[in-house]
């Protein structure tokens, strides 16, 4: 079974930095794009930013030039680098994998369980 584990979030000041990590355990074939959704509350989920299994990004207008995503394939792992929080960054930070299991024939779309960034003063 595919699991996917975040770590990395907190409370952090504005302007300050943090770098959230998620991994992926279990039995996978493929991973395809990677990416991190936030959600804050009474809004909708959002997608932040995402890469392609060849690399290429693509990010929120809000956070270009602030957040870089990057991903190493062979620890099965996304990150998602922070620099110069706002407040309006506080929010529950989802990883999202596209991927196929060992053994299945569809892809599918996998959760991390959230992990909150808090930027306060």
């Known amino acids: 079974q595919v699991q996917l584990v975040e770590s990395g979030g907190g409370l952090v000041q504005p302007g300050g930095s943090l770098r959230l990590s998620c991994a992926a355990s279990?039995?996978?074939?493929?991973?395809?794009?990677m990416g991190w959704y936030r959600q804050a509350p009474g809004k909708q989920r959002e997608l932040v930013a995402s890469?392609?299994?060849?690399?290429?990004?693509s990010y929120a207008d809000s956070v270009k030039d602030r957040f870089t995503i990057s991903r190493d394939n062979a620890l099965n792992t996304v990150y998602l680098q922070m620099n110069s929080l706002k407040p309006e960054d506080t929010a529950a930070y989802y990883c999202?994998?596209?991927?196929?299991?060992?053994?299945?024939?569809?892809?599918?779309?996998?959760w991390g369980q959230g992990t909150q960034v808090t930027v306060s003063s």
């Open positions: 999202n994998f596209n991927l196929v299991p060992r053994g299945a024939r569809y892809v599918s779309d996998y």
């Open positions: 890469i392609t299994s060849g690399g290429s990004t």
């Open positions: 279990g039995s996978i074939f493929r991973i395809n794009a």
